[in-house]
């Protein structure tokens, strides 16, 4: 039976996070509020969790989860290397709205699907989501909604779509801002932009001067360089990789 915690009361938000991380802890479904939509999240290292999570969602192993965390030092012991500009950028832009593609570390004892050996980190530039994410350590975070449908800007839209799949939810009001990360793949000898979003790549070419983006730029509201590439793995994609399928239309695209 599902729980849910209205996170704008100090006291319920306080039981909502302890039970979000029980239930995390035990390998199941919760919802929390994030800095672009609201995520369905599971341990991303119980691989029975992350199977149930894509099951509610309606999704195969071809379509893996980004992992969401809380620290940067979380992140760090996620990835076989930072390269020349991980850190750097990880400095500059989080927590917030970029998600940074890595190789992962191949000692990880963790199945997130058909990832060819890759992850999609971000740390949320929201309370509630960092919360959760100190106490449980690294998650597996999609967008929370059934693939086709919109991704859920609040916990009603939330929990029409998952119901009873999901333990708890976790109650933050309706997302303040639904523009998606931008996302930056790191595995490579020079970065390429996989997807534009809340984060211009001017700015991220102050840290990492060379950037590839060799796809054209359409405009879209509220960014000038927004571009439909890659799904965005959160707010609609689920994708770590630029050749991963998706039905979903990523939101704000």
């Known amino acids: 039976m599902s729980t849910r915690y209205d996170c704008r009361d100090s006291q ?17 479904l919760i919802v929390l509020p994030t800095d672009t939509v609201y995520g369905i999240g599971a341990d991303a290292f119980i691989p029975a ?3 149930t999570m894509l099951a509610a969602k309606g999704r195969g192993r071809n379509m893996p989860p980004p992992v969401l965390v809380g620290t940067a030092r979380a992140a760090a012991a996620l990835v076989d290397d930072l390269g020349p500009f991980g ?16 190789r992962a570390s191949p000692t990880l004892l963790w199945d997130l699907g ?25 998650l597996a975070v999609s967008s929370a909604n059934r693939t086709g449908q919109p991704a859920a800007t609040t916990a009603d839209e939330a929990q029409q779509q998952l119901g009873e799949a999901v333990s708890v939810y976790l109650d933050g009001g309706p997302c303040a801002d639904t523009i998606p990360s931008t996302i930056l793949d790191l595995t490579g000898a020079i970065p390429t932009l ?22 054209p730029l359409v405009p879209s509201a509220g960014t000038a360089d927004f571009k439909p590439a890659a799904p965005h793995p959160l707010e609609g994609g689920g994708a770590v990789r630029a050749d991963a399928p998706t039905d979903e239309r990523p939101s704000g695209g």
């Not at 938000?13 to 302890?18: E, S």
């Not at 990832?115 to 449980?136: E, F, N, S, Y």
Request: glycine share 8%; charged share 20%; no cysteine.
């Open 12 to 28: 319920s938000r306080i039981a909502g996070v302890d039970a979000a991380v029980t239930a995390a802890r035990a390998g199941e």
């Open 87 to 102: 850190q750097d950028l990880i400095d500059e832009f989080w927590p917030g709205a970029l998600t940074l593609v890595f």
């Open 194 to 215: 996989l997807r534009a979003g809340a984060i211009p790549v001017d700015r991220l070419r102050t840290v990492a001067s060379v950037i590839a983006d060799n796809e």
């Open 49 to 51: 969790a992350v199977t």
């Open 114 to 138: 058909d990832t060819k050996g890759t992850v999609a980190l971000r740390m949320p530039l929201h309370p509630i989501a960092l919360d959760v994410l100190k106490q449980t350590g690294p």
